[in-house]
């Protein structure tokens, strides 16, 4: 599709989403679905436009977040509303113009191909459903489109049409140049309809094509529960694709991986686990009801019931149930459960034992723990940063170890002397 640009019509508000947030910028699988049609488009065209308007400034922020190479339209959605008021200032650089929704995340660009008859003028998008109800209708006679209507403005026999108008369209790029111009809002909304160019077009005689598509791929968002459902079969070809690729996964439906997650190698994943951000999985097991989050896992077993918290980097590590792991770096640990480690470096030949925890913050500010190699953390320890401990230390059992630096080879210990106080309990519960 090199003679093709595309243009994605981003300016609306979303007021069924009920949110103050823009439409556009709700997430599914981890990115806004603004961000999931700019991926596609860029695989088919390299010469992307976003109009935008409501919000405006946060959506492009959002978007120059991951890609570099788009075209930004500001356009005036008050004295211009709707789909047609969207394309007034649009210049595409391409012979072909495809037009696509914001709110459609789920297009992929295989979706699209069906777009590149060059005979048409105009190329539209429908489906054909048993419940048209809230689309526009199309009218088609001889396997070309005579007319699209609103809803709010259909007619009673318009409204018994099944085939319904998906919102994609390809034109000729002198389509648009020739028609957007003459458009007006003389309508129920008062505003200015993409799918007058239909009309306009079909009353000069120019070739416009209906193309049947599929409802998954270019289903629309609108509300909280269009997000959940998109959700749904995003997360569906997320997991797919990985375990086609070679990762195991135990009750895939019950497993949540975000856009940015990456596997490598032998991977496993088990039911119940929440996998976010860019994390990488690399040759690793994630047990049971496990999430990490935003960090890496190299050569490592982690959970079941552990939470790797963002910026962490775990290797060849054991992590066991109930462990926190918070930016921080891990290296041939092992921590088999009931951990809390943040901020830390923590070298090859480490054990964590049961309850052990570093005290990164002071209330104000944050410290870091280093731990060298083979280093024996007793249970029940508290490590108050900042502080090193250097290799071959043991700590024994319910220390808390205060002092900026533990020597190499050493035991640090804390303990009272414990006391016995004969007849206590009968005296506090006054029996004999």
Not at 96 to 104: A, R
Not at 125 to 145: A, H, M, N, Q, T
Not at 328 to 351: F, P, Q
Not at 369 to 379: C, L, M, Q, R, W
Request: aromatic fraction near 6%; charged fraction near 25%.
């Amino acid at each position: 599709m090199n003679n093709i640009s595309i243009v994605i019509l981003a300016a609306g508000k979303g007021s069924r989403m009920k949110s103050n947030k823009a439409k556009v910028l709700h997430n599914i699988s981890g990115k806004p679905m603004l961000y999931h049609i700019v991926k596609e488009s860029l695989h088919i065209s390299d010469d992307v436009s976003i109009v935008v308007a409501h919000q405006k400034d946060a959506v492009i922020a959002e978007i120059k977040k991951h890609f570099s190479n788009i075209n930004f339209i500001e356009q005036d959605d008050i004295n211009f509303p709707g789909t047609g008021g969207a394309m007034k200032n649009v210049t595409p650089k391409n012979s072909h113009v495809l037009v696509l929704n914001g709110d459609m995340p789920l297009i992929t660009a295989e979706a699209l191909q069906g777009f590149q008859d060059t005979r048409a003028d105009i190329v539209l998008s429908i489906f054909d459903l048993k419940d048209p109800s809230g689309y526009g209708r199309v009218k088609i006679e001889k396997d070309e489109v005579s007319y699209i209507v609103e809803q709010k403005d259909a007619n009673v026999y318009e409204l018994a049409i099944t085939h319904v108008n998906a919102g994609i369209y390809s034109f000729k790029k002198e389509v648009l140049e020739k028609y957007i111009p003459l458009l007006n809002n003389n309508n129920a909304q008062n505003e200015y309809y993409l799918t007058d160019v239909i009309k306009m077009a079909k009353d000069d005689g120019l070739v416009i094509k209906p193309l049947l598509v599929d409802e998954e791929h270019f289903k629309g968002v609108n509300s909280k529960v269009d997000l959940a459902s998109a959700e749904v079969i995003m997360q569906e070809r997320i997991r797919n694709r990985w375990m086609t690729n070679g990762v195991i996964m135990n009750l895939p439906h019950t497993i949540y991986i975000e856009e940015g997650v990456k596997f490598e190698g032998e991977c496993s994943v088990e039911n119940n686990c929440r996998i976010t951000g860019n994390s990488v999985i690399k040759n690793s097991i994630v047990k049971s009801s496990s999430v990490i989050e935003d960090s890496t896992i190299i050569d490592s077993d982690v959970g079941p019931l552990a939470h790797i918290r963002p910026a962490s980097h775990v290797e060849g590590t054991h992590i066991g149930n109930f462990v926190e792991v918070k930016k921080s770096t891990l290296k041939g640990v092992k921590a088999g459960h009931l951990s809390y480690i943040g901020d830390s470096e923590v070298d090859e030949g480490t054990n964590i034992g049961a309850g052990v925890i570093t005290c990164n913050y002071d209330g104000v500010k944050k410290y870091k723990t280093k731990i060298g190699k083979n280093v024996f953390v007793g249970s029940d320890s508290q490590l108050v940063a900042p502080l090193e401990i250097e290799d071959d230390v043991m700590i024994a059992a319910g220390t808390t170890v205060t002092s900026g630096k533990v020597p190499k080879g050493s035991l640090a210990i804390s303990r009272t002397k414990i006391r016995f106080l004969e007849g206590f309990y009968y005296k506090f519960f006054g029996k004999k």
